[in-house]
């Protein structure tokens, strides 16, 4: 199972979710602005942001915030059950418009660390599904 870094001062998380080309993820009150807000009321340095460049937060605005917030080594994850084509290619691959070539070519940071790895390698979060397929049997079952 995937285990996350123990950050230390300077070093901020980015997760990369799918979005939507179309307009769902405004007609449900903005999910990853939603996810934003808990993760920052929680004090934890994570941006969340959408491969989708039509949905927001794209990546120009993850640049700006991390950067806005002076980390100096980003770890970046797919927010997503599978790392697949965009795990690999969008965030970690090598072309220019990688987020990680993207954030390399800013400058701004002295480390830009990705982790191929989907959601369902988490411990955690297959514990999760666990629990809710249960419960969702049990309910069934009466």
Avoid at 26 to 31: E, H, I, P, Y
Avoid at 39 to 52: I, N, R, S, W
Avoid at 111 to 134: P, R, W
Wanted: with cysteine.
């Amino acid at each position: 199972a995937t285990q996350f870094p123990t950050l230390g001062k300077g070093e901020g998380v980015v997760l990369m979710g799918h979005g939507s080309p179309r307009d769902n993820n405004q007609s449900f009150g903005n999910t990853y602005k939603m996810l934003q807000e808990t993760f920052d009321k929680m004090g934890l340095p994570v941006v969340v942001g959408t491969v989708e460049e039509v949905d927001t937060p794209n990546v120009d605005e993850v640049l700006e915030q991390i950067k806005a917030r002076g980390y100096k080594t980003v770890h970046m994850f797919p927010l997503m059950i599978v790392a697949g084509d965009h795990a690999n290619n969008d965030m970690a691959g090598d072309d220019e418009d990688s987020w990680k070539s993207q954030f390399e070519a800013s400058g701004e940071f002295d480390s830009v660390d990705c982790q191929i790895a989907g959601l369902g390698e988490v411990a955690d979060i297959q514990q999760l599904y666990v629990a809710h397929t249960k419960a969702a049997v049990d309910s069934l079952n009466g």
